[in-house]
């Protein structure tokens, strides 16, 4: 890197494509190797992580029944028995399911390598007080993928389980979900509630590039709640008190976003009133 911080002007497109490559390539490697040990660690990952949420003494369903019962509310979440089954109807299907498993797991773990090979790639186009201050990127980005990774996993998942494992239209079909199904569910709650929860950051770069700022984000903001509530409907059983609870720690986000992107914006208003002077 010591190259390219060096003789970034002088280098071509293809040395950037080149340099690019490289970063991909590790960043691949890092995923391969996190997703082999989540290959091996298979009664972990699937007894224990994956299968969690459909045992009625899975952490959440415990936490909010006692809720429910605390406010006398007849909630669904007190059950002794998940009202459905699942099941492999492809001969590859579990190997299938073991592969792709794995490759989620292993994205996740080596997120923050992930993110620290983007970020060598960036820095050196960056001005040094830039890179010093964006230097905890990766530390935050991480930290708010993990919150949004445990997020979707405590939350989302055994939300959507509950509601669609017992919903039925009528007692002569039984629930019997296909292990792709199932897996597909888990996934895309658990990477999707990560992704979502990088809002702030997101919006730091938008502001610092001035796509954004926080009167456009205030003038917004309903339309703002229009969408949360839209991507809390896509990631959450079409169940109004789940769609909410989900829905409320984004716009928390959202207006913690809103204060990043008032704090950028000042600090570029003092360093042009610096540049006048």
Known sequence: MAKVENNAGEMSFLDHLEELRWHLIRATLAVVIAATGAFLAKGFIFDILLFGPTHPDFFTYDILCRLSTMVGVEGGFC??????TIQSRTMGGQFSAHIWTSITAGFIISFPYVLY????????????????TARGFIFIS?????????FGYYLVTPLSINFLGKYQVSEVVLNEFDIGSYISLVRSSVVASGLIFELPIIIYFLTKIGLVTP????KYRKFALVIVLILSAIITPPDILSQIIVAIPVLVLYEISIIIARIVTKKEERKLRKQKE
């Open 117 to 132: 090979e983007f970020w060598k790639f960036i820095a050196p186009a960056m001005y040094t007080n830039e890179r010093n």
């Open 79 to 84: 059950f002794e028995e998940m009202p459905f």
């Open 142 to 150: 991480s930290l708010l993928f993990f919150l949004g990774v445990l």
């Open 215 to 218: 009167e456009f984000l205030r």
